[in-house]
C-alpha cells in the first residue's frame, strides 16, 4: 500500500482549514463602528467637568443668579427706585421678602438690580482686560527679543502702582461732571437721547469710567500668562509648518498661538471677574463707584452698613448675595482649571 503523501505546509497566506472539508470562511470584516471613537480637548474637559460636582452645581447658581437679576426687577411690582416715605424703613415680611431702605424702596428689586450692575461692571471689565492682556501678551511673546523686553518692562512699571490706589485716583480724575472725558460723553449721548445734559445720566457715565478703569488695569497679570504659553507654544512644529506655508504673524498669533493658549487664559478670566466685581463693591463702599439712584451690592451694602444695628436686613442681603456669587466663581474657576489642564491623564 503506497504511503500517503505528507501533509502540505500552509502557506502564511492561507486561511485555515475548516474541519469536516467546509470552506473557509473569510475574516468579518472590520466595524467603522467598533472603532474607538476620537475625543476632543473640549469634549474631554466637559467630561472632567462634570465629573466635579461643586462646579457645575456653582455653575448651575451662578447661572440662576444671573437669570434672576434680569427677570426679577422686570417681573416685580416694585420698582428699584420708587420711594415711599411712610412707610420708611421695613423688615422682611410677605410684602416685602428682602425688606425696604430708608426711603421706602423694596429691597429686593434694588438687590437684583444691583446685581445686573455688579454682573455687569465684572463681565465687562474682565472682556477688556481680556482683549488687551491676550493681544498684549501674545505680541510680546510671539516676537521676543526687544519688542518683548520693552513691552514686558512697560507691564512692570505698571506694576509698582498699587492696584486700588490707581483705580481710585482714576475715579478721581476722570469720573465727575467737569472734566474733557464727560464733555465728550454727553456730545455721543446726544446723538441717542434728547438732553444729554440731563444730571439723571451722569450716575451712567459713572459706571462706564469704573468699566475703562478696572479694566484698563487689571489686565497685566493676564499679559504675563499669554506671553508664557505664547512663549512655549511658538517652537512649535504645528507654528514652524504654519510660518512655512506663508502665514502672517497675526495669524500665527491669534489663529495658532492664542486658541492653544485658552485652557490658562479661560481660567483666570473666570477668576477675574469675581476679582473685579470686589473691586468694585469697594470702591462703591467707599462713594466713588455706582451712585444714586442705581445699586449695586457694593453700593447697598455701604448704606446697609451705616444702620446695620438698627435695619442689618439692609446689610445681610445684598452681602449674602456678593459673598455667594464670589465662592461661585472661585470653585468654578477651580474647576475649569482641572478641567482644561492637559496632563491630566484620559481616564
Known amino acids: 500500500m503506497p504511503a500517503a503523501p505528507p501533509p502540505h505546509a500552509a502557506a502564511p497566506g492561507d486561511l485555515p482549514a475548516v474541519p469536516g472539508g467546509a470552506a473557509p470562511r473569510p475574516a468579518a470584516p472590520l466595524r467603522l463602528d467598533a472603532l474607538e471613537q476620537g475625543s476632543s480637548l473640549g469634549r474631554d474637559a466637559w467630561r472632567r467637568l462634570r465629573k466635579n460636582r461643586a462646579a457645575v452645581a456653582c455653575?448651575?447658581?451662578?447661572?440662576?443668579?444671573?437669570?434672576?437679576?434680569?427677570?426679577?426687577?422686570?417681573?416685580?411690582?416694585?420698582?428699584?427706585?420708587?420711594?415711599?416715605l411712610k412707610l420708611g424703613a421695613q423688615p422682611p415680611s410677605l410684602a416685602h421678602w428682602m425688606g425696604t431702605?430708608?426711603?421706602?424702596r423694596d429691597l429686593m428689586a434694588r438687590v437684583f438690580f444691583g446685581g445686573r450692575i455688579s454682573f455687569a461692571v465684572g463681565i465687562v471689565a474682565t472682556l477688556v482686560s481680556f482683549v488687551?492682556?491676550?493681544?498684549w501678551g501674545g505680541v510680546a511673546g510671539y516676537f521676543g527679543g526687544k519688542v518683548?523686553?520693552?513691552?514686558?518692562?512697560?507691564?512692570?512699571?505698571?506694576?509698582?502702582?498699587?492696584?486700588l490706589i490707581l483705580v481710585i485716583l482714576l475715579m478721581v480724575f476722570f469720573a465727575n461732571d467737569q472734566t474733557a472725558l464727560y464733555r465728550a460723553w454727553q456730545v455721543a449721548l446726544g446723538l441717542f437721547v434728547q438732553d444729554p445734559s440731563d444730571p439723571s445720566y451722569f450716575p451712567i457715565f459713572q459706571i462706564v469710567v469704573v468699566f475703562a478703569a478696572l479694566g484698563g488695569?487689571?489686565?497685566?497679570?493676564m499679559a504675563r500668562i499669554v506671553r508664557g504659553q505664547v512663549i512655549a507654544l511658538r517652537s512649535q512644529p504645528f507654528i514652524e509648518s504654519a510660518r512655512s506655508i506663508g502665514v502672517g504673524h497675526a495669524a500665527l498669533i491669534f489663529r495658532h498661538l492664542v486658541p492653544n493658549a485658552l485652557g490658562p487664559i479661560i481660567v483666570y478670566t473666570t477668576l477675574t471677574i469675581p476679582e473685579v466685581m470686589m473691586t468694585e463693591a469697594f470702591l462703591s463702599f467707599l462713594g466713588l463707584g455706582t451712585q444714586e439712584p442705581l445699586s449695586s451690592w457694593g453700593l447697598l451694602a455701604s448704606t446697609g452698613a451705616d444702620a446695620m444695628d438698627l435695619f442689618p436686613w439692609q446689610l445681610i442681603f445684598p452681602a449674602l448675595m456678593l459673598a455667594l456669587t464670589l465662592i461661585c466663581f472661585n470653585f468654578l474657576g477651580d474647576g475649569l482649571r482641572d478641567a482644561l489642564d492637559p496632563r491630566i491623564r484620559k481616564d
Request: hydrophobic share 55%.
Open 148 to 163: 518683548d523686553a520693552i513691552m514686558m518692562r512697560i507691564v512692570d512699571v505698571l506694576y509698582t502702582f498699587p492696584f
Open 132 to 135: 488687551i492682556g491676550v493681544s
Open 217 to 221: 488695569i487689571s489686565w497685566l497679570t
Open 101 to 104: 431702605d430708608y426711603f421706602g
Open 59 to 84: 455653575g448651575v447658581v451662578l447661572v440662576a443668579m444671573i437669570l434672576a437679576c434680569i427677570l426679577v426687577p422686570e417681573l416685580s411690582s416694585y420698582q428699584y427706585d420708587k420711594a415711599d
